[in-house]
């Protein structure tokens, strides 16, 4: 295994969900964690937790759809610590609802988030790293990346089949030319705050019956397939995880 101790980390969506568990994951086990998003009282909440246990954090207020926060956050990053490990991609937003409520604000900002996001994250991470002939993007798609669910889902799904579909370029553009490892996350239902978002009343009480019907994955459980596929030797990489619980379809 390669030891993720003193390695440099960046995680987007870090105040909360997958994200967060998974900053704790790598922090105990030795890296040093740059945690961004837009909520900063969850950041720094977040970072004094990670310190308290030994470990180090550094909060950078990121917004993913602004590429002048994105570049401001990883230069932040590069001027304290000097390089770029590890880039956990995981900001990402689920506001269902069906297409006949033409919610339009709300596909724009899952394109933007989830599409766009991860686009401008990369953008401003790869030059580091090709320079330093290593690294490693971890992608957040879903299982709505996989395959689809129907009602509600279609905008969402878009979004990650577009992320899957980028990684995998990606890992074919990057990986052999510059030794960057790329892989796809690919989580099924995982306990967070995702479904927060949802403002149309009828997918609401959709999405809390569909949880009701399984044991859901933990945030934590996700974390720990990060770190899995992140620990693996440096000539293996694990191009696509794809996580369920035990019980979903
Ligand atoms: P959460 O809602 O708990 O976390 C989402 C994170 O994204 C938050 O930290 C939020 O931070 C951040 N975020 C949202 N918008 C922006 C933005 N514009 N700029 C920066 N950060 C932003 O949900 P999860 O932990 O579940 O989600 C993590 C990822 O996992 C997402 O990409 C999601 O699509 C994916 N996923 C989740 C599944 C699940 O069942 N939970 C299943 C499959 C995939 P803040 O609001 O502070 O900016």
Do not use: C
């Not at 550094?58 to 759809?65: C, F, P, R, W």
Request: hydrophobic share 45%; charged share 20%.
């Amino acid at each position: 295994m390669n030891t993720l101790n003193e390695k440099i980390v960046l995680i987007t969506g870090a105040s909360s969900g997958i994200g967060a568990a998974t900053a704790k994951k790598f922090a105990a086990a030795g890296a040093k964690v740059g945690i961004a998003a837009r909520r900063t009282d969850r950041l720094e909440a977040l970072k004094l937790e990670i310190e308290q246990a030994g470990g180090q954090a550094l909060s950078l207020q990121m917004d993913v759809t602004d590429k002048v926060s994105v570049e401001a956050s990883v230069n932040a990053l590069l001027d304290t610590w000097g390089r770029l490990d590890i880039v956990f991609n995981n900001a990402g937003v689920m506001p269902m609802s069906g297409i006949d409520e033409f919610k339009t604000d709300e596909w724009e900002n899952m394109v933007d988030v989830n599409i766009k996001g991860v686009l401008n994250v990369t953008a401003a991470v790869l030059p580091s790293m090709i320079k330093q002939h290593s690294g490693h993007i971890v992608n957040t798609s879903s299982v709505a990346g996989r395959r689809l669910f129907g009602q509600g889902f279609a905008v969402y799904s878009a979004t990650k089949y577009a992320v899957s579909a980028f990684t995998e370029g990606l890992r074919m553009e990057i990986s052999k030319a510059h030794n960057i490892r790329v892989t796809s996350i690919q989580p099924g239902a995982t306990e967070s705050e995702l479904l927060n978002s949802t403002t149309s009343e009828g997918y609401k009480e959709m999405t809390t019956t569909f949880s009701g019907q399984m044991t859901l994955l933990a945030a934590s459980d996700i974390a720990d397939a990060v770190v899995f596929a992140t620990s693996a030797p440096e000539h293996v990489n694990v191009a696509e995880l794809y996580v369920l619980p035990t019980s979903q379809f």
